[in-house]
């Protein structure tokens, strides 16, 4: 073989980067025997070649695919461009990456005046007029740029025309010769360049068409925003077509080796009857379900059985199988893991392992985190009962997960009930505890308040006061559902504008509760209002302007750790964390204020116990400063909602609509608010990882947010040395999964 065209006979999968997935794969089921229609590989190099040579193919590539379609001549016994028993290709995409502006086939390529005569006296003019109408509309729109629609409308008023004449003897045949003939005549009056009757023509154009749109702008920004080098290139897939449509003992059909619904290993799928497959413009088609295969072909069921089987088998996954049954022969076109709902999805992973297809690894990297937390949201979110048999294969897959799984999966909680909830979801500690919102509480809010207008620090503290038992029975009762396992707190964060009301009709209800004069109270809360309370006084701000917060709940952790610290066997690990920093000095003033409480504390308790302090590493400055800050700070928590805001200058809230708008013109690639930008958050993440760790190298490093479960993140933040991800309760088994098939996939690295 030579690296510019390939033939199946020469490839398999480990040639993607030179093949592509299609023709990787093709040549793949080609090398395991199954009856694979012959064809050739276009490759990359032939594709770096092509644009390194002024996006022209080169004689040598011309050549080579001369003589690969002399190779698929002698195979099929057909001839291309003969008028008769005439060879037809397909051409399609093969990318290295899914890059979805370059999807698209092209079918029925070779047909012209001369091969339809010869295709309709092997196969008959309805036969031989469909492939012709359906050739003529791809390669106007795949190759020359013509919208299809153009084809469409034509085609329609073509019939339109035939219906009000009073000819009666307008056939559907002889709508499609007017239709030929238009199709022609757009092609020459959109480009102005005819239709090529030469099938090898046809072909150049095909492949040079492909191989052009890897550098069109929509392909272009799609690599530019994924880093995708411009050298990967694209490959293209030459096929000799084989036709479903071709007569009655003649299907195309898909198939899944087992139930995606369900899980049950019994095949099913659909094909229909005379039917090339695709979408069909000129006539109502009905699919058959793959049971009645037997019924129409006998002799064939068996045998595609053991071929689905064979595959399933082959690539350790349930597959999904296109096919192609020509005048009672079986074709295998293409194989690709099949989709599946979450509740099949354990099944078939368990299952798999227990019939000895695949082995623990595998099953685990073949389960989509998504499914999981699907299941997750139906159980504990949704109300519905998930079956035993589902829950039993849900808890399996999770425990074979954190066998593979070196980094923790912690729970970022509000409540109590919320740590209940995490250590049922198999949760290792609490990564997150939002303090703040323990005083949401109908009744635990107006003593919040209280304490934040309050006139004076006698006030204050008397609100203060009444607070504190309240949160540290919270503490309490958290750390007692905890045991020893990690608990991280963090102080009060949001400012005092997020509590307060901002209505009239609000404050009103108020000051009734609160007893206070309706204008003062209003008074009060506008000299509070903040524009930007996202970047307000919040977090460490909050602490060092009202260090009697700190005190008030850094008595309530420690006291509260103490007490039931003299209870248990081991001893707790808490945690209390400072948010939102942008300095060493304010980290510091902060946490003298927690230490001093600590102090004060802690002496009156026989059973001694420490408390690490750190902080979120949430703003762009605190992690420029990671090197500095690490000299003081026990551990880092990456904050990666703020941190992500702060870096692309956005707020969540007021963006989501726009977020939404860049994705679909692929000026994004992700939200970046749930799947983190490596680009550029993760950039920052990774240089605060490093300043962190060549200050302190054993520092512990954690991710906080909704991206800690996402799998991408996962595997990002894994790859740089994060030890812990915290996300909300109901992700923790996602995440758990997507962090052992983070692992699974390093070690096959």
Same mark, same amino acid.
């Given at each position: ?280 413009? %000129?006539? *109502?088609?009905?699919? #058959?379900?793959? +049971?009645? $295969?037997?019924? @129409?072909?006998?002799? !064939? ?78 159980? %504990?979110? *949704?109300?519905?009962? #998930?079956?035993? +048999?589902? $829950?039993?294969? @849900?808890?399996?897959? !999770? ?351």
């Amino acid at each position: 073989m030579g690296e510019l065209l390939c033939s199946f006979n020469e490839g398999n999968k480990q040639m993607r980067s030179l093949l592509g997935g299609k023709g990787a794969n093709l040549s793949e089921m080609t090398s395991i025997g199954l009856p694979v229609p012959f064809g050739f590989v276009v490759t990359t190099k032939a594709c770096n070649d092509f644009f390194d040579g002024g996006n022209v193919l080169s004689s040598q590539i011309i050549r080579e695919m001369e003589a690969k379609i002399r190779e698929i001549e002698e195979v099929t016994g057909k001839k291309f461009g003969s008028g008769e028993n005439p060879l037809l290709v397909s051409v399609r995409t093969s990318n290295v990456v899914g890059i979805p502006a370059m999807a698209g086939s092209i079918l029925n390529l070779g047909l012209n005046d001369e091969t339809f005569k010869g295709l309709a006296a092997i196969g008959g003019m309805e036969f031989a007029l469909d492939c012709y109408t359906r050739f003529l509309r791809t390669y106007g729109s795949l190759v020359r740029n013509i919208p299809q629609k153009s084809f469409i409308s034509a085609y329609e008023d073509i019939k339109k025309r035939a219906e009000e004449s009073s000819d009666s003897q307008c056939s559907e045949e002889a709508i499609l010769f007017d239709a030929i003939r238009e199709y022609k005549s757009i092609i020459l009056k959109r480009t102005g360049r005819p239709f090529p009757e030469d099938p090898f023509e046809q072909l150049k154009e095909a492949v040079s068409a492909i191989l052009n749109r890897w550098n069109s702008y929509a392909v272009r920004s799609y690599r530019e925003l994924h880093e995708i080098p411009k050298e990967i290139g694209t490959a293209v897939v030459v096929q000799a077509m084989v036709f479903g449509n071709i007569d009655d003992k003649s299907c195309t059909g898909m198939v899944f080796t087992r139930d995606p619904n369900t899980g049950e290993k019994v095949t099913c799928g659909q094909f229909m009857m005379k039917s090339q497959g695709g979408d069909d413009y %000129f006539r *109502d088609m009905k699919a #058959v379900k793959i +049971e009645k $295969l037997e019924d @129409f072909f006998p002799e !064939l069921n068996e045998k595609f059985l053991r071929m689905a089987q064979l595959l399933e088998n082959y690539y350790k996954n349930m597959q999904e199988i296109e096919f192609t049954v020509e005048r009672g022969k079986l074709y295998m076109l293409e194989t690709k893991a099949a989709r599946r709902t979450p509740s099949a999805s354990v099944k078939i992973a368990v299952d798999m392992v227990d019939e000895g297809i695949v082995d623990i690894a595998t099953s685990v990297a073949n389960i989509r985190a998504a499914d999981i937390n699907k299941l997750v949201l139906s159980q %504990f979110s *949704d109300g519905d009962e #998930v079956d035993r +048999e589902t $829950l039993d294969n @849900f808890k399996k897959i !999770l425990e074979w997960a954190d066998e593979f799984r070196s980094v923790g999966i912690r729970a970022n909680i509000d409540t109590p009930e919320d740590a209940e909830l995490a250590l049922r979801l198999g949760a290792e500690g609490v990564g997150l505890c939002r303090s703040e919102h323990m005083f949401f509480d109908e009744e635990r809010i107006y003593d919040f308040i209280k304490m934040i207008i309050a006139d004076d620090e006698y006030e204050r503290n008397k609100a203060l006061s009444a607070m504190k038992p309240y949160q540290k029975d919270d503490f309490k009762r958290i750390f007692e559902i905890m045991e020893d396992r990690p608990v991280t707190i963090r102080l009060l964060d949001p400012s005092f504008h997020r509590f307060l009301p901002h209505t009239e009709t609000d404050i009103k209800k108020l000051a009734r509760k609160l007893k206070l004069p309706e204008k003062k109270l209003a008074a009060k809360i506008l000299l509070m209002k903040e524009e930007n309370p996202a970047m307000g006084k919040r977090g460490s701000r909050l602490a060092v302007l009202h260090p009697e917060i700190v005190m008030m709940q850094t008595e309530a952790i420690v006291e509260a750790a103490m007490e039931v610290n003299e209870k248990i066997d081991g001893e707790l690990n808490v945690s209390i964390m400072v948010p939102f920093i942008s300095s060493v000095r304010e980290f510091m003033n902060v946490r003298d204020t927690v230490q001093k409480a600590v102090d004060s504390c802690i002496g009156s308790y026989e059973k001694k116990m420490e408390f690490a302090v750190g902080t979120m590493i949430e703003t762009p400055r605190a992690a420029l400063l990671s090197d500095m800050i690490a000299e003081k700070a026990d551990f880092f928590s990456f904050g990666t909602n703020d941190l992500t805001e702060l870096i692309y200058g956005i707020s969540k809230e007021d963006t989501e609509d726009m977020i939404e708008e860049y994705v679909k013109k692929d000026i994004l690639d992700k939200n970046p608010m749930y799947s983190l930008d490596k680009r550029g958050v993760g950039r920052m993440i990774e240089m605060s990882v490093t300043l962190g760790r060549k200050t302190k190298p054993k520092l512990k490093m954690g991710i906080c947010g909704e991206h800690a479960a996402d799998p991408d993140t996962i595997e990002f933040c894994q790859s740089i040395g994060i030890n812990y991800f915290s996300c909300s309760t109901l992700r923790i088994p996602g995440a758990r999964l997507a962090a052992a098939q983070a692992e699974i996939k390093s070690f096959k690295k």
